[in-house]
Nanobody, 122 residues
Framework: QVQLVESGGGLVQAGGSLRLSCAVS????????MGWFRQAPGKEREFVAT????????YYADSVKGRFTISRDNAKNTVYLQMNSLKPEDTAVYYC???????????????WGQGTLVTVSS
């Protein structure tokens, strides 16, 4: 059973930056595409960004394109999300997951972790 542990969230002012991390247990991390998703209060979980197993292909939701950067370190079993120019509408719990990627379909594979809360004040 893969475990996903997100960290790095917090309270930040609009225009600020945060870097999220997601540590993934197991030996298969480097074989899978990874994705970041988020769920704002009262809304459904939505896709944010995804990265191929080798980092060679990356896709973003239009709402974060140009502001967020996804990356991964296969040696550390970790995927990152650098978030710049944050807006109040980015406020959400952020989750990572292994994904089955056939763009534009991005399907999470594992049970969700606890997520990490990002709050952006105006």
């Amino acid at each position: 059973q893969v475990q996903l542990v997100e960290s790095g969230g917090g309270l930040v002012q609009a225009g600020g930056s945060l870097r999220l991390s997601c540590a993934v247990s197991g030996r298969t991390f480097s074989m899978y595409a990874m994705g970041w998703f988020r769920q704002a209060p009262g809304k459904e979980r939505e896709f944010v960004a995804t990265i191929y197993w080798n980092g060679g292909t990356i896709y973003y939701a239009d709402s974060v394109k140009g502001r967020f950067t996804i990356s991964r370190d296969n040696a550390k079993n970790t995927v990152y999300l650098q978030m710049n120019s944050l807006k109040p509408e980015d406020t959400a719990v952020y989750y990572c997951n292994r994904v089955l990627l056939s763009w534009p379909r991005v399907n999470p594979l594992d049970a969700w972790g606890q997520g990490t809360l990002v709050t952006v004040s105006s």
